[in-house]
T-cell receptor
């Protein structure tokens, strides 16, 4: 398996622009997580899905952030409009719980977002 | 509230043994995980403890004491490639909403 795939790997944009981050989880995994990592706040869970359904989005910082999972193999995290304080590394992770799987999370390589 | 505390930095020499501690405060407890992250890389899973005691995986071991709300990661025969940040993590009660510790940066010296 190719592991969790994220795109783009790097994104530089200007304040006010829309940013869309993409994630393809590992095939067969039933949970998908979006995290944000910064020096100041560490690794924070933004939202997670189970079988494509959002379960907990309490970590989403504000209405400018939205996430979707239209099918089992694709998810997006959108920021509109973006602000400089959104600059961070965004990770997607997936895991399989159903069928006796453990909750080991497999992280993608991350998207490094810079908002100027 | 829920929180995990780790030392911010640990330094050791090649071949040595190092212990990274994690104390947690959660409303419920389902297990303690450890992840490794190299600079510029993604977190990768190392170990998981649901029950008290020691879990060994090669050079790495992880220990949990639920009564003390405490765990540690033990790294033996340190190698330069072990220089990385190490995070403990717990899921909040009844969910898969994970909270990660602030991370411990391990520096291995030659």
């Amino acid at each position: 398996d190719a592991g969790v795939i994220q795109s783009p790997r790097h994104e530089v944009t200007e304040m006010g622009q829309e940013v869309t981050l993409r994630c393809k989880p590992i095939s067969g995994h039933d949970y998908l997580f979006w995290y944000r990592q910064t020096m100041m706040r560490g690794l924070e869970l933004l939202i997670y899905f189970n079988n494509n359904v959002p379960i907990d989005d309490s970590g989403m910082p504000e209405d400018r952030f939205s996430a979707k999972m239209p099918n089992a193999s694709f998810s997006t995290l959108k920021i509109q409009p973006s602000e400089p304080r959104d600059s961070a590394v965004y990770f997607c992770a997936s895991t399989q719980i159903a069928g006796g799987g453990t909750d080991t999370q497999y992280f993608g390589p991350g998207t490094r977002l810079t908002v100027l | 509230g829920q929180s995990l505390e780790q030392p911010s930095e640990v330094t050791a020499v090649e071949g040595a043994i190092v212990q990274i501690n994690c104390t947690y405060q959660t409303s419920g407890f389902y297990g303690l995980s450890w992840y490794q992250q190299h600079d510029g890389g993604a977190p990768t899973f190392l170990s998981y403890n649901a029950l008290d005691g020691l879990e060994e995986t090669g050079r790495f071991s992880s220990f949990l004491s639920r009564s003390d709300s405490y765990g540690y990661l033990l790294l033996q025969e340190l190698q330069m490639k072990d220089s990385a940040s190490y995070f403990c993590a717990v899921p909040t009660s009844g969910t898969y909403k994970y909270i990660f510790g602030t991370g411990t940066r391990l520096k291995v010296l030659a």
